[in-house]
């Protein structure tokens, strides 16, 4: 940790971008305002001035210029009455706008060093034209203060009226900001291919929340708890025999009455000293019962009397009141899937609704003059022979698909489709990715002033895919128009998508080694299909035929192959839905 505390602008009124949240746009995986705080992680003290983000990490303060929107120098000013109310502020400050989405942590440290090593009351960058960077800057904290206190007012003033006559300009690589759409653009054509963790972990933190409603348990399916699941009676209800044997009370031999207990029945009345009783699993256990014995530890004689069996063991097999949860436990954390299990767990509980989000609503829409589903094929087109599969695909993503439509290529197509979405939680499209002539689908992002979260992907095949989400919080999932490059990066992206959606606490990935990765890996990614090895793991397919499924018949799933990777690298398996 640095001598040096940070004042993160992620304020202003972005006029000149339509009003949106700047900080919060998605350049290259990460918000503009994660790209700030991971350059100046290693300052001491963080204020972020403001809006309130709850999302924001507890360590990190937060401030607001009074009034909001009156400019960097109240912004500030802001900050740093924040950092003065702490315990030994530091005597250096970063100060730094939210809205450069490529400044490193390796650019602050070149500042600090700077100023720790300069007599400067302030060292700022400079962009690769020269060009002065005055909310990229290392302060004295004594300079700052002094040029705050000269000012009349600190409302609507212009960076250049703090700036004091001592300074250092540094020049710096990725000091460039965005302040129009098109420098996201820009910015965003520059930003490197995700990863697919990298996109998952982007969506899953980064996607609006479906909105939170009541639904009866049994009609919940396919959604995620939204809250912790809490049981309202205890389980068991009551002492309850866990096998067929014999309640009985003290240490025996114990005199065996005629009644019997059963599951559902009445109550066998209460054992003295001394007495045992039949009874069957299930059944609610007599008064005054110290233990169950099990019938193959005991054996009745002619005299009526029941004795253990010699050597065997000593168990007490009463499942007592309470023992699996007491009422007000937590059954199921918020997160998790309303599944079978789940609603047996909540039949047990006695709960019969609760707080959910989801399912996830899909809309498919298939792209292209040549796609033609139905009917007689005629010259230039081809069978859609992955949109009739896909709401089965979607499904077991936990995906309900509404509906499909066919796309054809017009320029405003896309636009029309978009202006829709809002019924829907996710567009699924199939072409229109890439950069031909009849790619539409990211210029029409662009129009609407979507976010885009994933500009691409570092994956062979599913390099073209693009995730955004639009004004009505819709997630568009653009996938590539190969058949095979759009499933298999539809079943490495879409449970993330839901994760991201409701909240659903991320599967454990399965892992095993791939015996022939080195054979498949190349410098890039790969998503190929396999198929169980004999002796664990899998074998990966090192041929595939991407414009058709047929590579997947006779295969076990999928698996995402690492760059480079030697025989029996270990790698993530994605299942195929049978």
């Not at 505390?5 to 998605?26: F, Y």
């Not at 209800?237 to 009445?266: E, I, K, N």
């Not at 190969?482 to 992206?493: H, S």
């Not at 004999?534 to 074998?539: E, F, N, T």
Request: charged fraction near 20%; proline fraction near 8%; glycine fraction near 10%.
């Amino acid at each position: 940790m640095t001598d040096a505390d940070a004042i993160v602008l992620a304020g202003g009124r972005a006029t000149r971008m339509g009003g949106v949240d700047k900080p919060a746009i998605v350049v290259g995986g990460r918000s503009m305002l994660d790209a700030a705080l991971t350059a100046v992680a290693a300052c001491a003290r963080t204020v972020v001035v403001g809006p309130h983000r709850p999302e924001l990490a507890p360590e990190v303060r937060q401030a607001q210029e009074i009034p909001a929107g009156s400019g960097p120098v109240a912004a500030i000013a802001a900050g740093l009455r924040s950092l003065e109310e702490c315990d030994f502020p530091a005597g250096l400050v970063v100060v730094l706008a939210a809205d450069m989405p490529f400044l490193t942590t390796a650019a602050i440290d070149d500042l600090l060093r700077h100023a720790a090593t300069s007599d400067a009351d302030a060292v700022f960058a400079a962009d690769e034209s020269g060009r002065p960077q005055y909310l990229v800057g290392v302060w004295r904290r004594g300079a700052l203060l002094a040029g705050l206190n000269q000012l009349d007012s600190v409302m609507n003033q212009p960076m250049k009226a703090l700036v004091p006559v001592d300074t250092l300009m540094v020049p710096l690589p990725g000091v460039a900001d965005c302040d129009t759409p098109d420098d996201v653009r820009r910015a965003r054509a520059h930003a490197a291919p995700l990863t697919l963790d990298e996109a998952r972990t982007v969506v899953r933190h980064n996607l609006s929340r479906l909105p939170v409603r009541q639904a009866a348990l049994p009609a919940a399916r396919g959604g995620v708890l939204a809250a912790p699941l809490t049981a309202a009676e205890a389980l068991p209800r009551f002492d309850v025999s866990a096998m067929d044997g014999y309640a009985a009370s003290g240490d025996g031999p114990w005199q065996l009455r005629h009644d019997v207990g059963f599951a559902g029945g009445q109550r066998p009345v209460g054992l003295l000293p001394g007495e045992a009783v039949r009874i069957a699993t299930g059944a609610h256990v007599p008064e005054g019962t110290t233990t169950v014995v099990r019938d193959e530890f005991v054996a009745a004689g002619a005299d009526g009397v029941l004795r253990r069996i010699p050597d065997t063991p000593i168990r007490d097999d009463v499942r007592r009141r309470g023992e699996d949860w007491q009422p007000g436990d937590v059954v199921a954390p918020a997160g998790t899937p309303v599944s079978a299990a789940l609603l047996s767990v909540a039949a047990a509980a006695e709960v019969t609704t609760a707080a959910v989000r989801g399912p996830v609503r899909a809309r498919i829409v298939m792209t292209g003059d040549e796609i033609r589903s139905e009917g007689p094929l005629h010259t230039g087109q081809t069978r859609d022979s992955i949109g009739p599969v896909l709401p089965d695909l979607l499904a077991w993503c936990g995906i309900h698909a509404s509906d499909r439509v066919h796309l054809r290529d017009t320029p405003n197509g896309f636009d029309e489709v978009l202006a829709a979405a809002a019924d829907c939680d996710l567009l699924v499209v199939v072409g229109a990715t890439g950069g031909g002539a009849a790619d539409q689908l990211r210029d029409a992002l662009d129009r609407t002033a979507a976010r885009i979260l994933v500009h691409r992907l570092r994956m062979r095949p599913g390099g073209s895919t693009v995730i955004a989400e639009t004004s009505s919080n819709t997630t568009v999932l653009g996938l590539p128009g190969n058949p095979f490059a759009a499933v298999a990066t539809l079943l490495a992206l879409a449970p993330a998508i839901v994760d991201g959606h409701t909240g659903r606490l991320p599967a454990r990935p399965t892992l095993g080694p791939l015996r022939n990765a080195a054979e498949i890996s190349g410098p890039a990614p790969r998503l190929v299909p396999a198929r169980a090895h004999p002796d664990g793991g899998w074998h990966g397919d090192l041929h595939i035929r991407t414009a058709h499924l047929a590579g997947l018949l006779n295969r076990d799933g999928l698996v995402i192959v690492p760059p480079d990777a030697p025989d029996g690298t270990q790698v993530e398996f994605l299942p195929l839905p049978s």
